[in-house]
């Protein structure tokens, strides 16, 4: 089985584009969304509809439920807020069912899928070190999880020892003995000093990881955000991936 496993789109349909298109080169049998499909950008009908295409399996994402009133808005900042309350404005009856039927956690017989972390999932905790890591490596049974939010990419690996580490890598073997939570970084808002949609691919046959990146019109993207009337920040953070 390949995955193609994607987060943090935020309605860039520029960004979401581009990878689809990346991953019609990949020979994917299944995609995977870790949340948050809309927020921050100009597309949000467009990008969830863009998703749904793709039948993924797909849990949610704190603005994806800030955007139909299942988290308290006071949970963000003030231009996350301004943001939400567009999306929701703009939202369509079909969109928001969508995200009203997304639930926190997945699994299966391959891997977990949550947001944030494993512990408190309602909560979308930031897992930003090994101490945050830790809580959700004890929780999940298999050996792979897979987690956005951060917009950051990087894989936590606890060994056989119970040793914790954490790595900033592109490609990595899975071990059998080893447990591993992957952020497969952010589609439509980078946070790395990479403005390059991220988007990652796994493997069960040969048991391999891989996080890629691929260039996108981030100007058309930018300037949408700013058309919209939403913060020129949150247009201005996409041309260096922060």
């Known amino acids: 089985m390949r995955y193609g496993i994607l987060s943090d789109v935020h309605s860039n ?14 020979g994917i049998d299944k995609y995977i969304c870790v949340g948050d499909i809309v927020g921050y950008a100009a597309n949000p ?7 749904k295409s ?17 988290l308290s808005i006071d949970y963000f900042n003030p231009a996350a807020r ?6 929701k404005h703009n939202l369509d009856a079909g969109s928001r069912y969508f995200l009203e039927s997304l639930k926190l956690i997945y699994e299966n017989e391959d891997l977990v899928l949550v ?3 494993l512990d408190a999932p309602q909560d979308f905790n930031y897992m930003i070190d090994i101490g945050s890591a830790q809580e959700t490596l004890r929780i999940f ?16 690996i606890e060994d056989k020892n119970g040793r914790i580490h954490y790595r900033e890598e592109e490609h990595i073997v899975v071990e059998d003995e080893n447990k591993y939570i992957i952020n497969v970084g952010s589609v439509g808002q980078p946070r790395d000093g990479n403005p390059k949609a991220a988007y990652c ?13 691929v260039d996108y019109n981030v100007e058309a993207a930018r300037k949408k955000v ?15 991936g922060q």
């Open 82 to 87: 301004q943001a939400i309350l567009w999306t």
């Open 141 to 156: 049974k298999g050996n792979i999880c897979f987690v956005g939010h951060t917009h950051i990419c990087g894989i936590f």
């Open 13 to 26: 349909l520029e960004a979401l584009d581009a990878v689809i298109k990346a991953y019609q080169k990949e």
């Open 54 to 70: 793709q039948s993924p399996i797909t849990v949610a994402g704190n603005h994806d439920w800030a955007s139909v009133s299942l």
């Open 45 to 51: 009908i467009e990008c969830i509809e863009k998703i």
């Open 115 to 117: 947001h944030g972390t």
């Open 201 to 213: 691919i796994y493997d069960t046959e040969k048991k391999e990881i891989n996080i890629k990146r």
């Open 226 to 240: 700013i058309e919209a009337g939403l913060a020129r920040f949150l247009g201005d953070r996409l041309l260096v």
